[in-house]
């Protein structure tokens, strides 16, 4: 991506919150984390931070226009799921309307609620008999989340509230050292628009309602501009907040971060790039379009290893299909009731080692 300037404007962590403004609702959600953290330190109970979702970058103040990374929100709020079952109390950092834990199983267009309804002889509204079973479990687990107050969601929508949220959200957790974990499967975006550099009105693509924005005080030009009846954008790279987690916020919880690629022959050497870069504790790739079926855990001892589930009723090997997830039957097993509970092992490895120091 192009540098304003010519210039390496790469911000750190000092410039980007002192110019990146605080969301309105910050210190809101840091309390309701922080005596949420506080009861579950209280009872030595393990914490983990599930991120989920993707992050906006906002082309306007009062934003019409925005860029999206991708992410429905399964990984993250199926993984919560299952952190809740094996004890963790979980602290979900989610995008605003991805898919939440529990709720999942019945939202959005392929699971619509009302598809599980039915009217019985009485003309009330009940369940269907079919799914009565699975669906009264899927209550129970939401029930008792609610009872032990182990789930707490907390909204974020901009890249810039993600990662003000993060950090708040990590000093909090600070207390509880080595029970901490981070379990980053948000896809956030690598490039923003930093608060100088945004417009505050809709960009106009109309040449007869374009404004000149160009300013000669010297102050950084607006990161999206009409050239003509062209859209010009130019980003600014988002500071490398998993460095600032691993190195400042952070430094004595289990930190795992998912690594996305599109292209397989990329997947191992990025993970263990990763990896190396912010010598965090467990980087776990996965590709698009074979995500729901396989993932490459790739942690600091240098160990790699993939997890694959059973592809639905076809015999083949999930790689022959990595080109085509058209082919795929959808898994059998949720990979995350394989993943989570290895996360954990490690984590409980970590736990045993700060102990014995
Ligand atoms: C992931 O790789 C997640 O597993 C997915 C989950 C986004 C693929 P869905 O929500 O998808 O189940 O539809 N998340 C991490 C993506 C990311 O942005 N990683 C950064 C990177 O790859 C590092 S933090 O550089």
Known sequence: MAQQNGTSEQSTEPDYFQTNPKPPNLDRQITSARSFIEQHAS???RV???TSGGTTVPLENQTVRFIDNF?????GATSAEYFLEAGYAV???H??????????HYSHSTNCFLDFMTHNDAGAVVVESEYQQQMAQVLSRYRKAKQENTLLLLPFTTVNEYLWLLRGLAMQMQPLGANGLFYLAAAVSDFFVPAERMVEHKIQSSEDFQEDLTNGSGARAPAAHMDGKRLVIDLDPVPKFLKMLVDGWAPRSMIVSFKLETDPSLLARKARYALEKYSHHLVIGNLLNTRKWEVL???ADGGE?????PAGRRSHSVTQWHQDSAH????????ESWIVPEVAKEHTKMIEKTLSK
């Open 305 to 309: 290893r993939w997890i694959r589930v």
């Open 297 to 299: 855990f790739v942690s």
């Open 95 to 104: 995008r605003q309307f991805s898919l939440l834990p529990y709720s999942r």
């Open 48 to 50: 983990a931070l599930v």
């Open 328 to 335: 795929l039957e959808e898994p059998t097993i949720e990979i």
């Open 43 to 45: 009872q030595d109970r």
């Open 71 to 75: 992410s429905a929100g399964t990984r």
């Open 91 to 93: 602290i979900f950092l």
